[in-house]
């Protein structure tokens, strides 16, 4: 079966389903208060995002395993859990958010 990538106003989310309009159901109903704004067949079978191309590589430490602890710390909550690794990190907002938006996309 497919993957699509299918983006929202505030999520980015993998669905395996049959077609583009079984992809933007599948966003609907699992956030029907957002908008969808673009869906993508992906051209394999697999997700894969480069850590490195979204500037989430830091000397030292692994920023997953910071990124893992801070959503389950913050219970799936995004924006709390973006909060707690610019105060765990002193990482600036734009680059917490890439590193908590994809470890959300890796399902934590």
């Known amino acids: 079966m497919p993957l699509y990538e299918v983006e929202t106003t505030s999520h980015i989310m993998i669905a395996c389903v049959d077609d583009e309009p079984a992809a933007r159901l599948f966003a609907e109903q699992n956030y029907p208060t957002e908008q969808v704004l673009r869906v993508s067949h992906r051209p394999k ?55 908590i938006e994809s470890n959300m996309a890796l399902g934590w």
């Open 45 to 99: 079978d697999a997700w894969v995002i480069s850590k490195n191309l979204l500037g989430v590589v830091s000397a030292g430490s692994d920023p997953c395993t910071k990124a893992r602890d801070c959503l389950s710390k913050a219970q799936g909550d995004k924006l709390h859990a973006v909060r707690l690794y610019m105060q765990q990190t002193g990482t600036d907002l734009d680059g917490a958010r890439r590193v």
